[in-house]
């Protein structure tokens, strides 16, 4: 996964009594801020419509185990919710592998237990739970049949389209049970310490978006199965430092410029008979970038990357044979970014995105050709769902304003076709629909308001709420909403003289000539869209009430602006981005709310990167700096997400040496805040120490934090206050926290 602003949330690990929520206005406090009921309401995890979308499902957490999960099912039709499966009765107490404890790093639920995902069968009659590494069958009477007992963990659990079978890899073996029969069958052999079956490799689940590495026929007649082979991949040796010890893990870690995973995919019977290998060309050096089968289950549509990801070829594999067949290309003189928007219709037809107009927009390919389905200079975000039997495709986009995501739909079959409005103007939406592109779960955001979760028909009309979390009444933000800060959204000018920016702005109640501090909160990195509507965090509220205004730009380099916008980065990292900050830092102090002499910047993860990068730019512009889990050294980074910008470090040595944080070191001036969690396994923790060193020998005064045991989020109850707390004592004791003026 690429490196995100983490955004430190309000946890939930302290019990505050309804009867502390008084309806009078209250001022928020740190503590507050981070203790539970969470301030943003209900929010549920992982919500799914059953296949006949009678049923909305839902993990949600446990009064008495917070972190903990249970398994939900609510009827649209009554509201009525019950509890399908309960996490602590069935519990094996298993303790989790070191594989599916990875898994869970990736997908950033490590601290999570109880039930963390789970499978519809296709047919609606069950549901696939995996729990504690073994695998459970729940049918919606609440009836729970446990399917394996080993004392391994069984990965990947996925019900077969026809929900016949259940596959799932156990010692990185793929096997099948049959649902009818209890039959447990071994579908390969081979495997290793450094050779897996039906699983995705590192890079693909932390960096292409792909979770799965087996996929089933529509039919059930074939298995398509990934073979990863680790033995050329790096071998890493990173330290845990937690508070009593110190624990080494090795692990195959394929840093940028190094070799990746070997990747085959091969085409086989569910009793794993009729092996066949795909033929994805020549050159073994590529990603497996994404794999769906035909609705006919004659094929399968792969879409295979360059190494260098200037090119996107999709082919047709022969579900017996393997053979395949080039249909198409994307190619780019930069990069090609990965979706999940190519959908095969039953016709023969398939629906994509591309960005090869410099906006990406929807496309059909059909018998050869490719016949643009949008225009414009605006973004589609991505296709949610298809509805085939009314011609009907629903996708998300930036299209009538550049900082709010939308639900639209349109009609595939005629050309120029105008797409339709479907979601309220001022929210901000995603979108989740079911197989039939006619029932969208929609969760909704806005100023003054926390996410909503509802379910609508194909015409965006509300049918259900599956969440309201209304703003009133006993909700934990009700005593605290007379005092919401809204927040304020406008452009200004970049650094290039011409390119308008997204900026917002939220602000402290200021009497006339009055002028408050500012901070900027900065991510800037280019796989995100920093500058969007939505629900003001309570921390940002806090800060707020504590006489901050705060302020953030979303720089060149970022998605959902096009092409144009993102390419000033490429082979570049910490140029264009920088620039931008420091002009909307120009604008900023002209502002007559502004105290220019007490603006200071906070980022985390790539924030923290931009946080350095900013300082050593412009010494003196910035009061102070605080930069979280930076980056300092982008070879220290995986090969996907690094040289997808900056190219191969072998041969671009002198644009790796640019972009880095440690060359310029030593022009840092300013006051500078680290902090870094002392178990990070996305951004090292020796991004921190390299950094430090160099600092100390040069004689740079900085202060640091460090948080033993913790991984790239800094979270939980009381060490998001302390994070908190050691932050703005740091502004404090530089004279910049200290209220408006």
Do not use: C
């Not at 009609?411 to 969208?440: C, E, F, H, I, S």
């Not at 997400?641 to 060359?663: I, S, V």
């Not at 178990?679 to 460090?706: G, H, I």
């Not at 991984?711 to 994070?723: A, K, M």
């Amino acid at each position: 996964m690429p490196i995100k602003l983490i955004l430190l949330a309000a946890s939930a690990l302290v019990t505050v009594p309804v009867s502390a929520q008084a309806l009078a206005p209250q001022k928020l406090t740190l503590e507050r801020v981070f203790a539970s009921p969470a301030l943003t309401g209900a929010v549920p995890r992982a919500v799914k419509l059953s296949p006949d979308g009678k049923l909305v499902t839902l993990l949600r957490n446990r009064p008495d185990d917070l972190e903990r999960y249970d398994l939900w099912a609510i009827d649209p039709a009554t509201g009525s919710a019950r509890m399908l499966v309960d996490s602590k009765k069935f519990a094996a107490g298993g303790v989790l592998s070191e594989a599916e404890r990875m898994q869970r790093e990736r997908a950033r639920i490590a601290n999570l237990t109880g039930i963390v995902s789970y499978d519809w069968a296709p047919d609606g009659n069950s549901i696939v739970v995996p729990l504690d590494g073994d695998i459970y069958l729940a049918d919606l009477a609440g009836n729970v049949k446990r399917l394996t007992t080993t004392k391994g963990s069984e990965l990947d659990a996925t019900a077969s389209e026809k929900s016949r079978y259940v596959s799932f890899v156990r010692d990185n073996e793929l096997y099948t049970l049959d649902l009818a029969t209890s039959a447990e069958r071994k579908l390969t052999s081979g495997a290793s310490d450094t050779v897996s079956w039906g699983l995705a490799e590192f890079i693909a689940q932390e960096e292409l978006g792909r979770t799965k590495g087996h996929w089933w026929a529509p039919d059930d007649s074939r298995i398509a199965v990934a073979r990863v082979d680790d033995s050329k991949v790096e071998v890493a040796t990173r330290a845990a430092i937690g508070a009593d010890k110190t624990t080494t893990f090795e692990q195959r870690y394929p840093r940028a410029g190094t070799a990746n995973s070997l990747v085959d995919l091969y085409l086989m019977n569910p009793d794993g008979s009729g092996q066949v290998k795909a033929d994805l060309g020549p050159d073994p050096d590529v990603y497996l970038a994404r794999v769906d089968w035909l609705p006919d289950a004659s094929g399968l549509i792969v879409q295979r990357q360059s190494r260098d990801q200037k090119r996107l070829d999709v082919l047709h594999i022969d579900a017996r044979s393997g053979t395949s067949t080039l249909l198409f290309s994307d190619t780019s003189d930069m990069w090609i970014n990965l979706t999940n928007d190519l959908k095969p219709l039953k016709d023969g037809s398939i629906l994509f995105s591309s960005e090869r107009s410099g906006f990406r927009q929807l496309y059909r390919w059909a018998k050869g050709k490719i016949a643009p389905l949008t225009r414009g200079a605006w973004v589609v975000d991505g296709v949610d769902g298809v509805d085939e039997s009314a011609g009907r495709l629903y996708f998300t986009a930036f299209k009538d304003s550049t900082i709010e995501r939308h639900l639209y739909v349109l009609d595939y079959r005629q050309r120029g076709t105008v797409p339709k409005l479907l979601t309220k103007p001022g929210t901000n939406n995603a979108v989740t629909m079911d197989k039939t592109g006619r029932l969208a779960l929609i969760s909704t955001t806005a100023p003054g308001q926390p996410l909503q979760v509802w379910l609508a028909n194909g015409k965006g009309e509300r049918l259900a709420w599956i969440e309201e979390n209304k703003v009133a009444g006993n909700h934990p933000y009700a005593s605290f909403i007379a005092t919401d800060a809204k927040p304020q959204f406008g452009h200004l000018t970049a650094a290039d003289g011409k390119t308008q920016l997204d900026y917002r702005l939220v602000l402290p109640r200021l009497a006339p000539g009055q002028r408050a501090p500012v901070l900027v909160t900065v991510y800037g990195g280019p796989q995100a869209h920093d500058v969007q509507t939505g629900f003001v965090s309570p921390l940002h509220q806090y800060l707020v009430q504590q006489g901050w205004a705060l302020f953030q730009v979303g720089n060149r380099g970022q998605e959902g602006r096009g092409t144009a916008f993102q390419k000033p980065v490429y082979r570049a990292l910490g140029g264009v981005e920088v620039a931008d900050q420091l002009a909307a830092l120009a604008w900023l102090k002209q502002q007559p709310f502004a105290d220019g002499s007490k603006v200071a910047i906070y980022g985390h993860s790539y924030g923290g990167y931009m946080v350095l990068k900013l300082l050593q730019a412009a010494p003196g512009a910035y009061a102070a700096g605080i930069a979280g889990a930076p980056v300092t050294r982008w070879d220290l980074y995986d090969t996907h997400y690094t040289e997808h910008y900056m190219g191969d470090p072998n041969a671009l040595r002198a644009a790796y040496d640019k972009a880095d944080a440690l060359g310029d070191s030593k022009r840092i001036k300013d006051p500078l805040l680290l902090y870094h969690g002392m178990s990070d396994d996305n951004v090292l923790f020796q991004n921190s120490t390299e950094l430090m060193a160099k600092l100390q020998e040069e004689k740079v005064p900085f202060e640091m934090m460090v948080y033993p045991g913790k991984g790239h989020g800094i979270t939980g109850t009381n060490i998001s206050v302390h994070l908190w707390t050691t932050i703005l004592d740091f502004l404090k004791r530089r004279g910049i926290g200290d209220g408006v003026r």
